[in-house]
């Protein structure tokens, strides 16, 4: 269980700096992506864990592939 806590610690990372890298707040990016603030806070945080839907909508509301936001 611990691996998969990493995984998502790791991925809300990356996130934040994509989001950063694009120029966008937390709340201009979660409203480009129809998504609530303090749940892009909370997948930043690694706290949440979002579906694939909802990993879908992020890589789209970036503007880049699916495939990138895993590159860490």
Known sequence: MKKSK???????????????QAGLSQEAF???CGLDRTYISGIERGVRNPTLEVIGVIAD???????????F
Request: hydrophobic share 50%.
């Open 61 to 71: 509301g970036l503007e880049i592939d699916f495939k990138t936001l895993f590159n």
């Open 30 to 32: 979660a409203d480009k």
């Open 6 to 20: 990493e995984i998502t610690v790791l991925f809300g990372q990356r996130v934040k700096a994509l989001r950063l």
